[in-house]
């Protein structure tokens, strides 16, 4: 049985098209930047702004929106345990949101045929990072700003500073999804060791 090891890849901001091109669904990725944090709660107010052409609290144009409601953090710490949201919640808003030039989004599980034509469309990336291991994604979080909706609590949107955050890409610019290519890669080398 022949293996790969494959190189973690690094992604730095500014998270541009071009950079995301580069990516491939299955790589191991470590994000360092500016990056943004808005759940179910804070999308449909973000809608809402656009909505009523009105500006939003930061620029969607090359965004990566991180899905999380983190615990409040810890003295010394610019965050408390920060793990990701099931993603399909913000199903209905993605699309939207990737067409205006956000790049990237960070969550976990599936996502809607809607969210993967979009990003497709716009050569947007779908990261998973690792649900249950809050605290320790916590560590790669050096700063964290409540930039609106204050009142949403652990949903207000954040502006936060990353360095070396982990993820793996579900889905490529190129609609590559790593769900659907995990199973077939491991029932074709299954039956393969079968002969």
Do not use: C, W
């Amino acid at each position: 049985m022949e293996q790969t090891t494959k190189k973690i890849k690094r992604l730095d901001f500014p998270f541009t098209k071009e950079k995301l091109r580069g990516l491939e669904a299955g790589d191991s990725v470590l994000i360092s930047g500016t990056i943004y944090t808005a759940r179910d709660a804070a999308h449909k107010r973000l809608t809402e702004l656009l909505d009523q052409e009105e500006k939003l609290p930061f620029d969607l144009k090359g965004a990566i929106i991180y899905y999380v409601g983190p615990t409040p953090e810890k003295p010394g710490y610019a965050i408390g345990a920060a793990g990701p949201t099931t993603s399909y919640r913000m199903d209905d808003y993605a699309p939207r949101f990737l067409d205006l030039g956000q790049s990237a989004m960070i969550g976990k599980g599936q996502r809607s045929k809607k969210v993967m034509e979009a990003a497709v469309r716009n050569g947007a990336v779908y990261f998973a990072a690792i649900g249950g291991a809050g605290a320790l994604i916590a560590r790669s979080i050096v700063k964290s700003q409540v930039i609106a909706f204050d009142d949403l609590g652990a949903e207000a949107v954040r502006e936060l500073e990353v360095i070396d955050f982990p993820v793996t890409v579900v889905i490529d610019s190129k609609g590559n999804n790593l769900y659907e290519m995990g199973p077939a890669a491991y029932l074709e080398q299954k039956d393969g060791n079968k002969r």
